[in-house]
């Protein structure tokens, strides 16, 4: 008896939680919700009511600014619809890119920047693929432009990677990674004194001169990958472009596995002052190290445009005359007018 009494009761009380949640329920929800942006409101309008020093402690929340999302690279296959190109850039639509009889240096651009995107995608990383037209003030985290060069003079071959004459350390960081790994799949020697101005200022990292082009802090190199006018470069070019596609698409990955993403000086582009020659008759080289080729001797007193500072060595471009560029040393330079 005793034992029906307590189940009877029990039922009872099952019953009016159930009344009492059924009720509950549709009634709460609206409830908790206006609550919720309630008190979001307070947690806004309170940031206004702390002190100095609570607002100058960091705060776990200032960690939103590290970016948890995969790394973003854009691809481009360069002379790709470069008909397409707008009106800015006109003038190179007819740049249709290097040949030889059928071998289109534009088809191999596009064919290895296919392969880059698929293995760039299998290492979980977000991929845009361009074609010559890229978009307006694009930022990632590494910009790759593929080419392949075309040239008929006695004994030129190989691959160069260049960074854009105005280039953040990250960018310098792009092209040394992609220097280790692209001969270590093509097995192409490096055309080591054929980087010409026209790859520095490519136009699509050039944001100063064109809307269509991306932003200053987006890391960017261009690759001429070989030359097609070669038959020793075109057996890899269009007989093994795996490895061609491979190369590049190692050398990002090893990039991106060493980026700090909260460096973000790393991206920046330093500006220096103008200099002048101050030694007679001093050296400009191809490479910043002793004993590097020489690409010409400079008057003294000679304009240079510095783009690039590192142990001891400037890289400049002749004020006036574009064509010639290269590395001087320090020593023989000083600032015009002596301050920045
Ligand atoms: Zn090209």
Redesign the pocket.
């Known amino acids: 008896m005793a034992q029906q009494r307590t189940s009877r009761v029990l039922i009872d009380k099952l019953f009016v939680l159930f009344l009492f949640t059924g009720i509950a329920l549709p009634l709460g929800l609206p409830l908790y919700g206006s609550l919720e942006s309630h008190v979001g409101f307070l947690r806004h309008t309170a940031a206004a009511d702390k002190t100095v020093e609570e607002l100058l402690t960091p705060q776990p929340a200032q960690l939103a600014a590290v970016p948890l999302y995969p790394w973003r690279v854009g691809i481009q296959a ?2 790709w619809k470069i008909d397409e190109l707008p009106e800015e850039l006109r003038r190179l639509r007819a740049s249709t ?2 040949r030889y009889g059928n071998y289109l ?1 534009v088809d191999a ?1 596009l064919d290895v920047a296919r392969r880059v995107v698929q293995y760039l995608l299998a290492a979980g990383i977000q991929v845009d693929l361009f074609p010559a037209t890229v978009p307006p003030g694009y930022q990632a985290d590494a910009f790759v432009a593929v ?3 075309g040239a008929y003079r006695a004994g030129v071959r190989g691959w160069k990677i260049a960074t854009p004459w105005r280039s953040s350390e990250a960018s310098r960081l792009l092209r040394d990674a992609l220097v280790q790994t692209y001969p270590q799949f093509t097995g192409l020697p490096e055309d080591r004194y054929g980087t010409t101005y026209n790859m520095r200022g490519y136009y699509a990292f050039s944001p100063h001169r064109f809307r269509h082009a991306i932003a200053g802090t987006t890391p960017a190199i261009i690759i ?1 990958t070989g030359f097609v006018t070669v038959a020793e470069d075109r057996e890899v070019l269009f007989g093994a472009p795996d490895t061609v596609a491979r190369g590049i698409a190692a050398g990002i990955i090893r990039y991106l596995s060493r980026r700090d993403p909260l460096d973000l000086s790393a991206v920046v582009v330093r500006r220096y002052p103008v200099m002048r020659v101050a030694g007679r008759q001093a050296e400009l080289t191809f490479h910043p190290e002793e004993g590097a080729k020489v690409a010409g001797r400079l008057e003294e007193g000679t304009l240079v445009r510095p783009v690039h500072q590192e142990n001891g060595w400037v890289e400049v471009i002749v004020w006036g005359n574009y064509r010639r560029f290269g590395w001087m040393r320090q020593t023989d330079l000083e600032i015009v007018g002596g301050s920045s």
């Open positions: 360069g002379h890119g290097a240096e651009n080419h392949a060069d001429e």
